[in-house]
Nanobody, 115 residues
Framework: QLQLVESGGGLVQPGGSLRLSCAAS????????IGWFRQAPGKEREGVSC???????NYADSVKGRATVSRDNAKNTVYLQMNRLNPEDTAVYYC?????????WGQGTQVTVSS
């Protein structure tokens, strides 16, 4: 079964950190461009970060300097490290794997930043 599974979300206090994971099964994640997206209640889904198959990274202005995306090929997993979290980071976070002929989405993981 081809799927992406996110994990690592939870409740964190402002200023805290989380590492989100996106694990793939049934296909090799290294061959795909990976995007992290998030959707807050009542808002549209927005891009957070991307990691190309060649290793190039990009970040939304809202997380630049606070987020790091990385890949562990041995675990077939991509990570999004988020630091100095604030309440505006509260959202469901999704990962997306994209290449010619195939696209996959995970089910999302909830991140809530609150004191």
């Amino acid at each position: 079964q081809l799927q992406l599974v996110e994990s690592g979300g939870g409740l964190v206090q402002p200023g805290g950190s989380l590492r989100l994971s996106c694990a793939a099964s049934g296909f090799i994640l290294d061959n795909y461009d990976i995007g992290w997206f998030r959707q807050a209640p009542g808002k549209e889904r927005e891009g957070v970060s991307c990691l190309s198959s060649s290793g190039a990274t990009n970040y939304a202005d809202s997380v630049k300097g606070r987020a790091t995306v990385s890949r562990d090929n041995a675990k077939n997993t991509v990570y999004l490290q988020m630091n100095r979290l604030n309440p505006e980071d509260t959202a469901v976070y999704y990962c997306n794997a994209l290449r010619s002929g195939g696209e996959y989405w995970g089910q999302g993981t909830q991140v809530t930043v609150s004191s």
